[in-house]
């Protein structure tokens, strides 16, 4: 059974910068596609980034030019680094693994994490 545990959430000013991190249970990450996701409060949880290995990374265009996903293969870990914040950034985060087809659906994962919160005040 694959854990996902997501860390590094709080709440920063706008134009501040947070690092999420998620730590993954057996080796998972090497395999699959690895993705961040985020649900605003009344809102549906919508695709942040994606880390395809051997293929690259891509990325929501409200996110473009402003976060990084990266991954540590030997760590078992994912990151997603956040430059710039917004306020319109607040949402709970989550880590997904074992994507397969279209990396930016929901349905395309296997697992997930409990999410990390992260706020962004103007």
């Known amino acids: 059974q694959v854990q996902l545990v997501e860390s590094g959430g709080g709440l920063v000013q706008a134009g501040g910068s947070l690092r999420l991190s998620c730590a993954a249970s057996g080796r998972i990450i090497s395999r699959n596609t690895m993705g961040w996701f985020r649900q605003a409060p009344g809102k549906e949880r919508e695709f942040v980034a994606a880390?395809?290995?051997?293929?690259?990374?891509n990325y929501a265009e409200s996110v473009k030019g402003r976060f990084t996903i990266s991954g540590d293969n030997a760590a078992n870990m994912v990151y997603l680094q956040m430059n710039n914040l917004k306020p319109e950034d607040t949402a709970v985060y989550y880590c997904?693994?074992?994507?397969?087809?279209?990396?930016?659906?929901?349905?395309?994962?296997?697992?997930w994490g409990q999410g990390t919160q992260v706020s962004v005040s103007s």
């Open positions: 880390l395809i290995w051997s293929l690259g990374k």
């Open positions: 997904a693994a074992a994507g397969r087809g279209t990396y930016f659906l929901e349905s395309s994962y296997d697992y």
